[in-house]
């Protein structure tokens, strides 16, 4: 399960980013009543829900404030499509060893179990620098556009043709028997992503305070999040964590529910220092019930786990023993 942080660990943005791209953008600098509830509030998602559906904003603060946030995804992709692994690049992470340790998730298709790899991102990271040596990685529902099979469209700038108009709720009743199965490794985009459109053309990315109302309105959305829901609340599943800084109440309720009631055991990868977490955690509503379910908790960055000389080290040995061999 990934969040902001992950990408970040190959030059993506974290929220305080998102906030200065929207911020410097021309055109909230031209609306002054955008800008000056920026300069008090630095919560991106929050000022982009107050632009769009509040009346005190005119139709060209609510054009400003799309432009500037479908934008500041723009660049994000094409620092994402530039991305690449070198020694020598400010981000020199060794992302064959993380496509290794993402693969343990996938399982064996011999072993008939579903497999899941769950997102809040946005970004088309995986999409353009993940690909499997096993079980093939698929969108439930969605064509997934750019294929990391495809060399040449993974490292082509998304042409806005190729963004991709989500099914309907007629169509997703077929695609579920098609597309789950223990023979996939299943990337479910749970808050949407930035090349797609809604079943009614618009843009579809979960941004804002309203996050579950969002993603009720949308079939698509509404079936991963059904889905999301469906494997936490098994038995004894582990999730492990990494990039999410807990600041999803809907998600997070859905971690506290399955600790409480299904012996949910999450791993967390995050540089932040482990008492600054714990203490995070105890400031949500039911933090303290979800915090018992924190199996492990690996205070690193994935260079300090895949550096750039290729080597394996004993943190990544850490990690698979503790999700796998305990």
Known sequence: FTGAGFTYNFGGFLAKDMWSLIFNHPLIQNRSIIKEKMLYDLDYELIYHCVLSNDSYDEEDKIAMRTAVKEAYTTLDDIVLKWRFRSDAPHPVNIYQVKKLIELFAGNPRDKIE??????NQDLFIERHFSTLGKPLILPGVTIKPNPADSI????????????TLSTDEKLREIFLRDISFRHFHYIKLHGSYNWKS?????MMVIGIDKEDQIIREPLLKWYFDIFKKVLFQESTKLFIIGYGFRDKHINEIITQSVKENGLRFY???P???????????ALENGEAMLKGLAAYFPYNLLEIFPADQSETAFYNMIVKSIFRD
């Open 272 to 282: 932040e220092d482990p008492k600054d977490f714990s203490h995070k955690l105890l």
């Open 153 to 164: 469209a993974k490292q082509s700038p998304l042409p806005s043709e190729d963004f991709i």
């Open 268 to 270: 967390v990868l995050s």
């Open 199 to 203: 079943s009614q053309g618009l843009d």
């Open 115 to 120: 497999s899941y790899f769950f997102t809040l």
